[in-house]
C-alpha cells in the first residue's frame, strides 16, 4: 500500500514523543513514590523480621521473634496488654467512625438546605479548624477538658465522673478528639451526596406512600452511600492509626496501636516490635477496605461505590 | 379515614383477578374534586393561589394551563399534598384531605422531571408505591409485569433506570404512579421534556391510558396546544386567579377575556370604539356581528377568515394588502394590512389560489365568528 513507507516512521516518532510525555509527567511521582514509599515500605518490612539488638536497633538474623510478642508472648510469659491495645484500637475507631457518621449526616444535609451562596461559607466553616495544626487543636482540648475547667466540673456536677478527674484524660477525650478531627472528613463526601440528590425524588417517595422516615430509608439515605462509605473510609482508616490525639489526650489510659508503634521506634526501645506492629495495621487497614468494598458493592446494587 | 381506604386497597388487589387493575377499570369508581377558596403565598410578596375555587369531575380529563408562575403547579402540588393551602378546603371524592400528608393520600403523581429513583431498578421503581402500601412481594411482582405489559415496556423491568431513554423514563413513570390505582392522577408538564415527535406521540398514548382506565386526570402544562389536544376541560390560570373553565372549543373560541384569548394565541384583538346596535367599529373599520356582547375588544380568529381576490364590496368585507406569507402547506398564514392597522388570516390551502405578498385582497368574515370580549 502506498503509505507503508511514510506510516511507521511517522508512528515510531508518535511514539517516541508519547513515550517522552510520559517520562516527564509520570517521572517525577513514580520517583516520589519508591522514594518515599516503595523503598522505606520494604524496609520495615525487612527490620519486622529482624532481631531486636541491645539499643533496640534491628539485627540480624531474621526471626519471627517480634510477631510473637506483638501477639503478647514475652519474658514472663504470655500477656493480654498488645492485644488490648489492637482491640481498643479497633474499638475506638468505630465508636469514633460511628459517632462521627451521627453528627457528620445532619450537618451534611443542613447545610444542602441553606441557600446556595451560604453553602460555600457553610462548608468553609466545616474546613478551616483542619487548617490549624492538629497538636495544637488538641492542646485546645485538653484546656478545655482538663480537671477544674468548666466541662469537667459541669461533669462532676451531674456525676458522670468522680471529683478532680476531669474529662481529660480519658478515652472519652480521646473519642471526642478524633470525632473533632475527623468531622470534615465525613461532612464533605456526604454533602457531595446531598447535593447530587433530586429533591423531587423525597417528594415521589412520599406521594408513593412512603411516610417521612420511610421516604428517608427507601429514597435518601440509599443515594448517600457512596458518600456515607466514602467518609468512613476517610475517617476510620487514620483513626485506626492515630498516634497523636491518645498521646495528649489519653494520658496513657487510651493507647491505641499508633502509640505502640511510636513507643517502640521513638524510645529506642524495640524497632522490630514497632515495625511488626505497623504492618498488622496495615493489614488490619487492608481487611476494613476490603470489607468495605464489599459492603459497598451489595449495598449499591452491584456498583462501585468506594475508592 | 384515610387509612382505612388504603388498608382497603391493600386487601383487595391481591385477589383481584390478573388484568382487574388495567382492564376493568370502567367499573371503577373515579373520585371527583371539589376545591374551595384555596390560598398560597411563598414568603410576603409572591401570591401562587388567589381564592381559587373549582371541581373536577370524577374521570375527567382536567387541565390546568397557565404561563409559568400562574399557580397551576402550586395548585397541583396543594392536590398532591405536597404543598399546603394556607386557607381554603379540598375533598377528592367526597372525603376533605385538606390536612391528609401526602403518604395517606390516594392520589400519585407524574413528575415534570420523572423523578425516578436511580438507585432502584424499573422493576423496583414500579413497585415502590405498592411495598410502601405493604404489598406482599408476590402481588407486587405481578402487578409490576401487568403494568409494564399494559405500557409496553416489559422488558425494561430488570433494566437500571439511566439506561433508559427520555421517552421510556416518561412511561416509567406514569406507570409507577397508575400501578398504585390512584383515585386521581396528577401529570406535572410530563411531556416537556421530551422532543416533539416522542411528545405528540405520548400525548395520544396518554389520552387513550386516560380513557381506558376511566381515571381521574389532573393535567399541568403551559401549551394551549397540548391542552386543547388531550383534555375534556381546560382551567386557564394566571396571576394564582382561574380565567376561564371549560371545554376547549369553548375556551379557544369563546375566550372570557383578553388574557385568555392571547394565551390561547389570539393575535387579533381590536378596541371597539364604537358601537350601534351589532355593528361595531374598530381600527379595521365597521363590522357586523351576530351578538353585539358587551366585551370592549374584537376578537377575529385567523381561522374564520376568507380572502378573496381584488377589491370586492359587501358587508364585512374589508380591503387589505398581504404583507407576509407563510406557507406551511395545509395552510399559509398571512399578514395583512388593513388601514393602519394589521390582521393576521389563516388560509386553509385546498388547491385554490393563494394571493402573493403585495396582492390587494378582500377580506371577509362571517358575523356568527366575531367575539367581543372584555380586557
Known sequence: MAYTGVMPSARSRAMVREARHLLFTVAPGAVWIVIFLVLPGAYLMGVAFMTNGPYGLPEMPLSLESFKRLAGFGFLGWSPGNLYTLLRSLWQTAVSTGLVVLVAYPIAYYITTCREKWRPIMLLLVVVPSWTNQVIRTFGWMNLLAPGTPLSSMAEGLGLIAPNMGLYPSSFAVTLGLVYNFLPFMVLPLYAAFEKLDTAQVEAAQDLFASPVRAFWHAVFPQTLPGLLAGIVLVAIPAFGMYVIPELLGGGKGMMLGNLVATQFAGGANWPLGAAGAILMLIATFIGLFAMRRIGKRLGGGEEVVI | ?375
Request: proline share 5%; with cysteine.
Open chain 2, 1 to 375: 379515614m384515610n387509612e382505612t381506604i388504603t388498608a382497603d386497597a391493600i386487601a383487595a388487589s391481591p385477589s383481584r383477578p390478573a388484568g382487574a387493575a388495567v382492564e376493568g377499570e370502567a367499573s371503577r369508581q373515579a373520585s371527583a374534586i371539589e376545591m374551595q377558596g384555596l390560598h398560597k403565598r411563598f414568603g410576603r410578596a409572591t401570591v401562587a393561589l388567589d381564592g381559587v375555587d373549582l371541581t373536577i369531575e370524577a374521570g375527567e380529563f382536567f387541565t390546568l394551563l397557565g404561563p409559568s408562575g400562574c399557580g397551576k403547579t402550586t395548585l397541583l402540588r396543594i392536590l398532591a399534598g405536597l404543598e399546603e393551602a394556607d386557607d381554603g378546603r379540598l375533598a377528592i371524592g367526597g372525603k376533605d384531605i385538606t390536612e391528609v400528608p401526602p403518604h395517606r393520600r390516594s392520589v400519585n403523581t407524574v413528575f415534570q422531571s420523572y423523578a425516578l429513583f436511580p438507585h432502584l431498578s424499573v422493576r423496583e421503581n414500579l413497585a415502590f408505591g405498592l411495598k410502601m402500601r405493604g404489598m406482599a412481594a408476590a402481588a407486587r411482582h405481578a402487578k409490576v409485569d401487568e403494568i409494564a405489559d399494559f405500557i409496553k415496556l416489559g422488558d425494561l423491568v430488570d433494566r437500571r433506570v439511566d439506561q433508559l431513554s427520555g421517552g421510556q423514563r416518561q412511561r416509567i413513570a406514569l406507570a409507577r404512579a397508575l400501578v398504585c390505582e390512584p383515585d386521581v392522577l396528577l401529570l406535572d408538564e410530563p411531556l416537556s421534556a421530551l422532543d416533539a415527535g416522542l411528545r405528540s406521540q405520548l400525548q395520544v398514548e396518554l389520552l387513550r391510558v386516560q380513557k381506558r382506565l376511566g381515571m381521574t386526570f389532573v393535567f399541568v402544562t403551559h401549551d394551549q396546544q397540548e391542552a386543547m389536544v388531550m383534555s375534556d376541560r381546560i382551567a386557564v390560570l394566571n396571576g394564582g386567579v382561574i380565567q376561564q373553565v371549560g371545554p376547549p372549543r369553548e375556551v379557544y373560541e369563546h375566550p372570557a377575556n383578553a388574557f385568555v384569548a392571547r394565551f390561547m394565541g389570539h393575535d387579533n384583538l381590536y378596541p371597539v370604539t364604537g358601537r350601534q346596535g351589532s355593528r361595531l367599529t374598530t381600527a379595521l373599520g365597521e363590522l357586523s356581528t351576530a351578538e353585539a356582547g358587551e366585551g370592549e375588544l374584537l376578537l377575529i380568529r385567523p381561522e374564520t377568515l376568507d380572502l378573496l381576490p381584488g377589491e370586492v364590496e359587501g358587508d364585512n368585507h374589508l380591503p387589505a394588502v398581504v404583507v407576509e406569507r407563510l406557507y406551511r402547506g395545509s395552510h399559509a398564514e398571512y399578514r395583512l394590512e388593513v388601514g393602519d392597522t394589521t390582521l393576521q388570516a389563516t388560509l386553509n390551502n385546498r388547491g385554490r389560489h393563494l394571493p402573493e405578498v403585495g396582492d390587494r385582497v378582500t377580506v371577509t368574515v362571517a358575523p356568527d365568528d366575531l367575539v367581543t370580549l372584555s380586557e
